[in-house]
Nanobody
């Protein structure tokens, strides 16, 4: 069974930084496009970033220039470096295979940006 476990969230002040990590299982990890999604209070969801097997990346307009996604295939891990955080970045962050249904997003990590 494929699993995705995000970690590294926490409480940070506006303007601060966090680095999220994601541990994935699955024998085909190296060929997957991986994604970071977030779910805001009130349950609205957004695709934050993706990274393909060839390291092509995409970002939501709301995070361009502030967030950076990367991956380490030897460790089956994906990362999200988040800089210049804003209160509107407050959400639960998930890191499944891109295109996964919400039920398959795995374990998320809470990010709270507040003074």
């Amino acid at each position: 069974q494929v699993q995705f476990v995000a970690s590294g969230g926490g409480l940070v002040q506006p303007g601060g930084s966090l680095r999220l990590s994601c541990a994935a299982s699955g024998s085909k990890f190296t060929i997957w496009t991986m994604a970071w999604y977030r779910q805001f209070p009130g349950d609205r969801r957004e695709l934050v970033a993706t990274i393909s097997a060839s390291r092509l990346t995409t970002y939501a307009d709301s995070v361009k220039g502030r967030f950076a996604v990367s991956r380490d295939d030897t460790k089956k891990e994906v990362y999200l470096q988040m800089n210049s955080l804003k209160p509107e970045d407050t959400a639960v962050y998930y890191c499944p295979k891109a295109g996964s249904a919400y039920d398959n997003w795995g374990q998320g990590t809470q990010v709270t940006v507040s003074a």
